[in-house]
């Protein structure tokens, strides 16, 4: 006795469901079709639009152009006296670094005490070349250190800086006149040696 055929056995080992079947439309969409949108789609929200293209435009080739500007000022003038127990130190020569951000170098100048022990260093005023994107993005950044060379030794006598090209732009009390004296010389941590010394004349406590 023979049992009917289901059709859906016959389906199974050999028919073919045909494209226009709803369900095959619910597969095709679910496994083809949408992940193909999203691609796209996403393919879409990467593309660059006008403005970013005219921003990476300037960010790239502005740079190119450069700006010259003068006048920017490094350090203001200074003026010290140095003693020896009270008495002035004649002939000592004392040596003035700036380091600029915008050098390799730094600049290195020399002044010699006279016979009341006073050196003078002048204001030091540069000029550079900005690119425009320097020109909204630059910080300065100065140090000053002034050196006593006594007997092949680097005494350590002021250590300032500035962020500012302006006449104030010293981050200490702009150091106008200051005084120090040998009798105070200390050796730090058994490598720097340093002498106190005490800034006079001062327009301002601190510049902001």
């Known amino acids: 006795m023979g049992y009917p055929k289901s059709p859906n056995v016959g389906m199974a080992q ?5 494209p226009s079947h709803s ?3 619910v597969l095709a969409s679910r496994f083809f ?10 393919v879409q929200s990467m593309a660059i639009k006008p403005t970013v293209a005219i921003f990476i435009f300037i960010l790239f080739c502005f740079p190119a152009f450069a700006m010259k500007k003068d006048n920017l000022v490094l350090c203001s003038p200074m003026q010290g006296q140095i003693l020896n127990n009270g ?13 600029w951000n915008m050098e390799k170098e730094p600049r290195i100048a020399h002044a010699t005490t006279d016979e009341q022990g006073y050196f003078t260093f002048p204001k030091v005023v540069a000029s550079a070349n900005f690119s425009w994107l320097a ?6 950044a100065i140090s000053r250190t002034i050196y006593l ?3 092949d030794q680097r005494i350590l006598a002021y250590s300032g800086g500035r ?3 302006r006449e104030d732009g010293d981050f200490k009390a702009k150091p106008e006149n200051f005084k120090c004296d040998l009798n105070t010389l200390r050796t730090i941590n058994s490598l720097l040696q340093q002498v106190d010394c005490e800034i006079l004349n001062t327009q301002k406590e601190q510049y902001k």
């Open 14 to 18: 050999g028919s073919v469901i045909h």
């Open 23 to 25: 369900c095959a439309r």
């Open 33 to 42: 079709e949408l992940p193909m949108l999203r691609s796209i789609r996403r």
């Open 87 to 99: 008495q002035p130190v004649a002939g000592l020569r004392v040596e003035q670094r700036l380091l």
């Open 135 to 140: 020109q909204l993005l630059h910080v300065p």
């Open 149 to 151: 060379l006594q007997d």
């Open 163 to 165: 962020n500012s090209y």
